[in-house]
């Protein structure tokens, strides 16, 4: 039996440790990385057939990774899994390219399961998010009405890493951009959002899953 490439994408040691035990009796597990900067360079270099992702990582979140995986030509499947049993944040997933959404509280034969279906080109969801996946497939016109929506894809990244605690100088290094630009993208987002403040901005990015707590 074929046993498909696996690449895992989580902030913490453990979690890939135990889904790498979990995983590598049937799948091939490639490679693990601990921040979402990460993924596409590995995901480029070692091919795999599907990413186990987190949405909540370092650097650049899960959704986000998504959205750049796809707008790279990365066709590996994309299985998020999350603490999220948010049906908002699953439907703004799948719209990105993810083929499944499940909950890091499910069975380890609950998260293989849902493997094989999302190599076999089916949509898996956790039932504690939606017992049906087409509920919330099926509704993808009506995504994320959020004004997150409206921020560009660098917007969105300058985002994550302010709410981080970075400052504009880091923030600015790490998608080498200028420091103005990175104090620009800062209060454009904060007017987008309808925020005043760096606490508000933090507060945001928890409340939707951008960085954890």
């Known amino acids: ?9 989580d902030d913490h040691s453990m979690v890939i440790d135990g889904l790498r035990s979990l995983l590598e009796p049937e799948f091939e597990v490639v490679g693990a990385v601990t921040d979402g900067r ?3 360079p590995e995901a480029l270099r070692l091919t795999p057939e599907v990413l186990v992702m987190d949405i909540s990582m370092p650097l650049l979140n899960g959704l986000d990774c998504t959205r750049q995986l796809r707008e790279a030509g990365v066709t590996a499947k994309i299985l998020i899994l999350t603490m999220h049993p948010d049906a908002t944040l699953a439907r703004e997933a799948l719209s ?19 493997l094989r279906e999302v190599l ?19 509704r993808m016109d009506s995504i ?7 921020l560009t894809a660098r ?3 300058v985002l994550q890493l302010l709410a981080e605690g970075k400052s ?21 987002i904060l007017d987008k959002l309808g925020l005043k403040s760096n606490a508000e901005l933090v507060q945001y990015a928890i409340r939707h899953g951008i960085i954890a707590v």
Do not use: C, F, W
């Open 38 to 40: 990460a993924v596409l």
């Open 168 to 188: 504009h100088k880091e923030v600015a290094h790490i998608l080498n951009i200028s420091v103005k630009t990175a104090e620009y993208h800062k209060y454009a």
């Open 96 to 114: 990105l390219g993810a083929s499944g959404y499940i909950l890091k509280s499910s069975p380890g034969a609950e998260l293989k399961s849902a």
């Open 1 to 9: 039996m074929k046993r498909y490439r696996v690449l895992i994408a």
């Open 155 to 157: 917007q969105r990244e």
């Open 120 to 138: 076999q080109g089916r949509t898996y969801l956790s039932p504690e998010v939606a017992p049906d996946p087409s509920e919330v497939a099926g």
């Open 144 to 150: 994320d009405e959020d004004a997150r929506a409206h």
